[in-house]
C-alpha cells in the first residue's frame, strides 16, 4: 500500500488499544507513503508479530471467519501478552500494515496448515465427590481452569486441550450433565444433549483432543446400554 520507493518504517506514537486508534496512527505516520490517500475502512490488515515470531492477522472488517469484535478483541490480547513479558530494551511487537485481502489469503493458507498454527489450547480439569451415605462417587469435567476443587468436589488433576477444532483430524469430546444427579456424562461427539441410561443429560462443554495429542492415556469409566 506504500508509494513506489517509500520505506514505511516507523514507532507508533502510542499504545493502539482499538482498531480505530490502530488505524488513526497508521494513516497519520505513513500519509506520504500512502500518498496521502484516506484508504476506505476494511481496505487495511495487519500482522501482529511478538518476540517468539509468533503472528496474529488482524483485519479491519470481516473477513476470512473474522468479525469486528473478534478483531479488537484478537488486538487487545496481543498488545496484553506482549507487555506482560520482560521487554530488555528491545521492542516487543511488530506491525506489519498490508492490504486486507492479502493478510485474509495468507491467513486461510495458514489456517489450513497445522503445523504454522499456535494450538488453541486451554486446561481441563477433572474432579469427584464421594457420597459416604449411599457409597456413591460422583465425576465433574470443567473446561477452561486447572482446578476443580469447588464446594464438596475433590480436584483430581488437570490436561491441556483445544478449545476449537482445527481440522477435522481433531476429535470433539462433549461433557454432559444431569439435573439432580450432578454428574458428569463424558463422550465422543459435539453435544451431549439427550437421554442415557435412562437419564436426560444436558450439554456442558465441548473441547478437542488434537490428531497429534501427546501424554499419558486416561480411563474413564465406561458403562454400554443394551442394544
Given at each position: 500500500v506504500c508509494a513506489e520507493g517509500c520505506q514505511c518504517s516507523a514507532p507508533l506514537?502510542?499504545?493502539?488499544?482499538?482498531?480505530?486508534?490502530?488505524?488513526?496512527?497508521v494513516l497519520q505516520i505513513f500519509n506520504e507513503c500512502f500518498l496521502?490517500?484516506?484508504?476506505?475502512?476494511?481496505f487495511l490488515g495487519y500482522w501482529l508479530v511478538n518476540r517468539n515470531i509468533?503472528?496474529?492477522?488482524?483485519?479491519e472488517g470481516a473477513g476470512a471467519g473474522k468479525t469486528v469484535d473478534s478483531e479488537q478483541w484478537a488486538l487487545t490480547e496481543v498488545l496484553r501478552q506482549a507487555l506482560d513479558e520482560p521487554a530488555d530494551g528491545d521492542p516487543v511487537l511488530a506491525i506489519r500494515v498490508m492490504q486486507a485481502h492479502s493478510v485474509a489469503t495468507t491467513l486461510r493458507a495458514f489456517q489450513a496448515d497445522v503445523n504454522?498454527?499456535?494450538?488453541?489450547?486451554?486446561?481441563?480439569c477433572y474432579g469427584y465427590y464421594y457420597h459416604e451415605e449411599i457409597n456413591l462417587m460422583k465425576h465433574t469435567v470443567n473446561v477452561g481452569t486447572d482446578d476443580?476443587?469447588?464446594?464438596?468436589w475433590t480436584h483430581s488433576g488437570s490436561f491441556l486441550a483445544l478449545r476449537r477444532q482445527r481440522t477435522p483430524q481433531d476429535r470433539p469430546i462433549c461433557i454432559g450433565q444431569a439435573d439432580e444427579v450432578w454428574t458428569a456424562r463424558i463422550e465422543h461427539g459435539e453435544s451431549c444433549e439427550g437421554e442415557k441410561m435412562g437419564i436426560y443429560w444436558k450439554h456442558k462443554s465441548t473441547f478437542y483432543?488434537?490428531?497429534?495429542?501427546?501424554?499419558p492415556e486416561m480411563c474413564v469409566l465406561v458403562r454400554e446400554e443394551p442394544g
Open positions: 506514537l502510542r499504545l493502539p488499544f482499538s482498531l480505530e486508534e490502530l488505524r488513526t496512527q496521502g490517500r484516506s484508504w476506505p475502512t476494511g509468533e503472528v496474529t492477522a488482524i483485519l504454522r498454527q499456535v494450538p488453541p489450547f486451554m486446561q481441563v476443580c476443587g469447588q464446594r464438596s483432543l488434537a490428531s497429534d495429542a501427546t501424554g
